[in-house]
């Protein structure tokens, strides 16, 4: 597609719950980028992958955070045992290069997440 | 660890005035420094970007100047209208692989 898609567009969990994102890149992109965007700024980079390689996960919370990206499905954000500090706006971006070839970063409309 | 520094938090302009928001970083390994605008409630959207091979680039009203010694990067709107009215984030990238977002401007230009 010519956009960034992501669902659900707004999720609700109880705290302790299980939460899954889901985030469709830009055809032909090959770098997907996670952030965590809390009370409107802040946004936090959490993982990075090169088609389904992750790249950078140096922001990942990793005791209840993981993420994929296979080939000929969506790449997906799952929060395991969800805590309120989890809600969060979360923006799924791609890229079409990387290295010396970096370049814009395309977000998607994110999906809301509270944690009740 | 990495760390990108925004100032100010707040900036309030008259519609016409220009506008000026600045950026540190720490990671001298950066080499992409896009500048993303977000409307209330939208997805943030890139207005401008600089590599680390060029001090300035200019696209109508606004541009972006680089200074790599000082690891201090500025963006300038120039005229600014009331749809200026935005939160502005700088952002500095290490290969693409890691993006580290400043705190973010919100800016008002007021009519």
């Known amino acids: 597609g010519e956009e960034v898609a992501q669902t659900p567009k707004h999720l609700v969990r109880g705290e302790g719950q299980k939460a899954k994102l889901y985030c469709a890149p830009i055809k032909g992109h090959s770098y997907v980028f996670w952030y965590q965007q809390v009370l409107k700024n802040e946004f936090k980079f959490l993982i990075s992958?090169?088609?389904?390689?992750?790249?950078?996960e140096t922001g990942m919370p990793k005791e209840r955070f993981s993420a994929k990206c296979l080939p000929n499905s969506p790449c997906s954000l799952e929060i395991q045992a969800t805590k309120l500090e989890d809600s969060a706006v979360y923006f799924c971006?791609?890229?079409?290069?990387?290295?010396?070839?970096?370049?814009?970063?395309?977000f998607g409309p994110g999906t809301r997440l509270t944690v009740l | 660890g990495e760390n990108v520094e925004q100032h100010p938090s707040t900036l309030s302009v008259q519609e016409g005035d220009s506008a000026v928001i600045k950026c540190t970083y720490s990671d001298s390994a950066s080499n992409y420094f896009p500048w993303y605008k977000q409307e209330l409630g939208k997805r943030p959207q890139l207005i401008i970007d600089?590599?680390?091979?060029?001090g300035e680039k200019k696209d109508q009203r606004i541009a972006v100047t680089l200074n790599k010694t000082a690891k201090h990067f500025s963006l300038h709107i120039t005229e600014t209208q009331p749809e200026d009215s935005a939160v502005y984030f700088c952002?500095?990238?290490?290969?693409?692989?890691?993006?580290?977002f400043g705190a973010g401007t919100r800016l008002f230009v007021k009519a």
């Open positions: 600089i590599r680390s091979n060029v």
């Open positions: 952002a500095a990238s290490t290969g693409g692989f890691k993006t580290i």
């Open positions: 971006a791609s890229s079409q290069g990387g290295g010396l070839a970096v370049n814009e970063q395309f």
């Open positions: 992958f090169q088609n389904e390689n992750v790249f950078d």
